[in-house]
């Protein structure tokens, strides 16, 4: 959550030939889902139920795709533009729920 961005031709530079792994940093909010059967519940990560900010979009998603019957999902939600083939900046994604 708390890391730097940098291109990766400044992370070779700044390792000096020193072996390492990159991993991108998805700018989204992460997301709990809370799944009891048919009952769905979405909370952020200060356990704030936001159901009714993404329930709408992502509950027949996640009633389909998730086969276990009780599960709680840790994750990080974000929003990916078919059109440009990629993924959205972080404020797009409370409008989600619009």
Not at 18 to 26: H, M, P, Q, V
Not at 83 to 97: A, P, V, Y
Request: glycine residues 8%; negative net charge; proline residues 2%.
């Amino acid at each position: 959550m708390l890391a730097s961005r940098h291109l990766p031709e400044q992370v070779v530079k700044l390792m000096d030939d020193s072996e390492f792994a990159i991993e991108t940093k998805y700018d989204g909010e992460r997301i709990q889902i809370h799944k009891d059967g048919k009952t769905v519940k979405l909370f952020s990560r200060n356990s704030n139920n936001v159901t009714d900010i993404y329930g709408d979009k992502l509950i027949p998603i996640i009633i389909e795709r998730v086969k276990v019957a009780q599960c709680i999902i840790d994750g990080e939600l974000v929003v990916w533009d078919n059109i440009s083939g990629r993924f959205e900046e972080f404020g797009k994604l409370k409008t989600l729920g619009q």
